[in-house]
C-alpha cells in the first residue's frame, strides 16, 4: 500500500516560492492531488490531477509530478497561504484513498 | 452553492456508538461518490470509507472496517456513517466530501465543515 511522504514543516519569506514534496516509489504514474487547510477549517482543494486548479484556485499554486516525486509549488507566498498540505492518491491494489503525511507551511 | 454539512457528533463512552449524518444540496447527489474522511486532533487526514452513486460499492480502511457502516439515501441526499464499539483513538474531527471518481483516480472536491467526536469515559 502506498505510503505517501512529505516533510513535516516548511518555512518561507513572503513573496518567495514554497515547494511540498510528495514521496512514493513510482508516484509519477499516479494522479496526485493536493488540499490546503488553513488553522480551524476544512480542506480545500488547491490541485488535481498532477496540476490542474479548481475554479477560483490562485495561479499561484501549481504542481508536477515525476518518478518518485510530486510537488506542489506556490509562488509569491502570502500571509494566507499559511496552512497544513496533504497530497492524495488513490490506490488501485485495494480502491482505497490514501492522504500523504502532510506540511506545516510557515509564512516568515 | 455546494454544501455538505455534517451532523451527529458528541462524546460518547468507550465500546459504544454513534451515527453521523452529511447532508447534501446544491448539486445532484445521486450522480456522485462520498467519503467520509477523519482526523484526529493534531494529526492528518485520515481517509475512512467511500460508498459509489448507488450504494454498489462501499469500501472501507483497515482502520474502521467490521466496526463502521456507510450508507446513503439518495432521495434525502444525505449519507450516514454508523460508528460501533468506538474506542479512545476514533476520537476525531470526520468530515464528508465529495468523491469525484474516474477509472483511474479520485479527488474531493468538496467538503463539509467536519463535526467533532469524542470518545472517553
Known amino acids: 500500500s502506498y505510503v505517501l511522504t512529505q516533510p513535516p514543516s516548511l518555512s518561507v519569506a513572503p513573496g518567495q516560492t514554497a515547494k511540498i514534496s510528495c514521496g512514493e516509489n513510482n508516484i509519477g504514474t499516479q494522479s496526485v492531488h493536493w488540499y490546503q487547510q488553513r488553522p480551524g477549517q476544512a480542506p480545500v482543494l488547491v490541485v488535481y490531477?498532477?496540476?490542474h486548479r479548481p475554479p477560483g484556485i490562485s495561479e499561484r499554486f501549481s504542481g508536477s509530478n515525476s518518478g518518485n516525486t510530486a510537488t506542489l509549488t506556490i509562488r509569491g507566498v502570502e500571509a494566507g497561504d499559511e496552512a497544513d498540505y496533504y497530497c492524495?492518491?488513490?490506490?488501485?491494489?485495494?480502491?482505497?484513498?490514501?492522504f500523504g503525511t502532510g506540511t506545516q507551511v510557515t509564512v516568515l | 452553492q455546494i454544501h455538505l454539512v455534517e451532523s451527529g457528533g458528541g462524546l460518547v463512552k468507550p465500546g459504544g456508538s454513534l451515527r453521523l449524518s452529511c447532508a447534501a444540496s446544491?448539486?445532484?447527489?445521486?450522480?456522485?461518490?462520498v467519503s467520509w474522511i477523519r482526523q484526529a486532533p493534531g494529526k492528518g487526514l485520515e481517509w475512512l470509507s467511500y460508498?459509489?452513486?448507488?450504494?454498489?460499492?462501499?469500501k472501507y480502511a483497515d482502520s474502521v472496517k467490521g466496526r463502521f457502516t456507510v450508507s446513503r439515501d439518495n432521495a434525502k441526499k444525505s449519507v450516514s456513517l454508523q460508528m460501533n464499539s468506538l474506542r479512545v483513538e476514533d476520537t476525531a474531527i470526520y468530515y464528508c466530501?465529495?468523491?469525484?471518481?474516474?477509472?483511474?483516480?479520485?479527488?474531493?472536491?468538496?467538503w463539509g465543515q467536519g463535526t467533532l467526536v469524542t470518545v472517553s469515559s
Open positions: 460508498i459509489s452513486r448507488t450504494s454498489t460499492t462501499i
Open positions: 492524495q492518491v488513490w490506490d488501485s491494489s485495494t480502491d482505497q484513498r490514501v
Open positions: 490531477d498532477d496540476r
Open positions: 466530501a465529495r468523491d469525484i471518481w474516474t477509472d483511474e483516480t479520485n479527488y474531493f472536491d468538496y
Open positions: 446544491g448539486f445532484p447527489f445521486s450522480d456522485y461518490y
